[in-house]
């Protein structure tokens, strides 16, 4: 599913109606937690930033996900 396909949202428009709901298989569903000190919160923050991603979006990067 690309960006493309998806369906501007009409008010009241929720659940399996929803045009923009994206398929099952691609929904996020786990959270992965690292323990990270202040400075390092910091620098991943900055890194992100300057990557012009989401920390979450940076993250997935770093991990070889996206």
């Known amino acids: 599913m ?3 396909d ?5 008010p009241g428009q929720t659940g399996k ?3 923009a709901a994206k398929p099952l298989d691609q929904h996020r ?3 992965v937690t690292i323990r990270v000190t202040a400075a390092e919160l910091t620098k991943v923050y ?15 990067k770093q991990l070889g996900l996206d």
């Open 2 to 4: 690309s960006k493309d």
């Open 6 to 10: 998806l369906i501007p949202v009409q």
């Open 17 to 19: 109606n929803h045009p």
């Open 29 to 31: 569903r786990k959270v």
């Open 46 to 60: 900055e890194d992100a930033k300057e990557a012009g991603l989401s920390i979450s979006k940076y993250g997935r």
